[in-house]
């Protein structure tokens, strides 16, 4: 179902039971799944491919070329899975280099005006509320919120089930688990988060302890990661393993204030 106002290429590849909105634009190299929406005046160019069951608001932008200057016009990818929500004016830029390639999973919910820059890598179920931007090279692992007019510096990390408050500035990696705040600051863990994916208790206070031998045991970075390494659950492996991955370093932690457990 293509609106007779949408520019369709003839070697697009679009799948059954995809509908296109007025004035939509599909480049040639594009590929979508079936049982998409796309809605009036979105473009999806470059080497694009979209799975199944995704819906792309008003006047999205997705596949063009990167705001990189060592882009030199390669053919480079945006690839995003399945059961997706991309709401109006989001942008999600192509890779940099040749080869390389902009990744959303699935049942993501990027919220309207978000911007990915080139090869950022987003998980599972991730949320991004309004305005997010996400500068180059960022990874945002599964289940994390990002709340809005949040801002992400290349290269950073973000940890499964972390919650971003709005207008949270990072230029450090968050680890799992954590709530981040203000500039480069985790606050204690999204508690409320873990007990909705369905984290026990037992499970919860098992990775608020590593939590607090890491950041709170006065214990420096290798020691701390020893004594997590010697009681180490998966859910503490994780934390661990993320920390032990950082390039650019790990958020500071501040006490959370009144941020409790039920």
Same mark, same amino acid.
């Given at each position: 179902?293509?609106?007779?106002?949408?520019?369709? #290429?003839?070697?697009?590849?679009?799948?059954?039971?995809?509908?296109?909105?007025?004035?939509?634009?599909?480049?040639?190299?594009?590929? &979508?799944?079936?049982?998409?929406?796309?809605?009036?005046?979105?473009?999806?160019?470059?080497?694009?491919?979209?799975?199944?069951?995704?819906?792309?608001?008003?006047?999205?932008?997705?596949?063009?070329?990167?705001?990189?200057?060592? /882009?030199?016009?390669? +053919?480079?990818?945006?690839?995003?899975?399945?059961?997706?929500?991309?709401?109006?004016?989001?942008?999600? #830029?192509?890779?940099?280099? %040749?080869?390389? +390639?902009?990744? &959303?999973?699935?049942?993501?919910?990027?919220?309207?005006?978000? #911007?990915?820059?080139?090869?950022?890598?987003?998980?599972?179920?991730?949320?991004?509320?309004?305005?997010?931007?996400?500068?180059?090279?960022?990874?945002?692992?599964? /289940?994390?919120?990002?709340?809005?007019?949040?801002?992400? #510096?290349?290269?950073?990390?973000?940890?499964?089930?972390?919650?971003?408050?709005?207008?949270?500035?990072?230029?450090?990696?968050?680890?799992?688990?954590?709530?981040?705040?203000?500039?480069?600051?985790?606050?204690?863990?999204?508690?409320?988060?873990?007990?909705?994916?369905?984290?026990?208790?037992?499970?919860?206070?098992?990775?608020?302890?590593?939590? +607090?031998?890491?950041?709170?045991?006065?214990?420096?970075?290798?020691? %701390?990661?020893?004594?997590?390494?010697?009681?180490?659950?998966?859910? &503490?492996?994780? /934390? %661990?393993?993320? &920390?032990?991955?950082?390039?650019?370093?790990?958020?500071?932690?501040?006490?959370?204030?009144?941020?409790?457990? +039920?």
């Amino acid at each position: 179902m293509i609106h007779p106002r949408a520019l369709v #290429h003839p070697n697009a590849k679009i799948g059954e039971g995809t509908v296109i909105g007025p004035d939509v634009i599909i480049d040639e190299h594009v590929q &979508i799944g079936a049982n998409c929406e796309i809605r009036a005046r979105a473009v999806i160019t470059g080497w694009t491919k979209i799975g199944d069951n995704n819906q792309i608001g008003y006047g999205a932008i997705i596949g063009a070329e990167p705001q990189d200057l060592a /882009f030199k016009n390669e +053919e480079s990818y945006v690839r995003i899975g399945d059961g997706n929500v991309i709401r109006e004016y989001t942008t999600i #830029h192509r890779g940099t280099k %040749a080869g390389t +390639e902009t990744v &959303i999973g699935d049942r993501c919910y990027l919220m309207a005006n978000a #911007h990915l820059a080139h090869n950022c890598r987003l998980g599972n179920q991730v949320i991004l509320v309004n305005n997010v931007l996400l500068g180059g090279y960022v990874e945002i692992r599964d /289940f994390a919120f990002l709340g809005g007019a949040a801002v992400v #510096h290349q290269f950073v990390r973000i940890g499964e089930y972390v919650m971003v408050r709005g207008q949270t500035r990072l230029g450090l990696d968050v680890p799992p688990y954590c709530m981040a705040v203000a500039t480069n600051t985790v606050c204690g863990l999204n508690k409320v988060g873990l007990k909705r994916r369905g984290y026990d208790r037992s499970r919860r206070k098992a990775i608020e302890d590593a939590y +607090e031998t890491y950041f709170w045991s006065g214990k420096n970075r290798v020691q %701390a990661l020893e004594t997590l390494d010697a009681g180490a659950n998966d859910d &503490i492996k994780l /934390f %661990a393993e993320f &920390i032990k991955g950082t390039k650019r370093g790990v958020c500071t932690a501040m006490r959370a204030g009144g941020i409790g457990d +039920e």
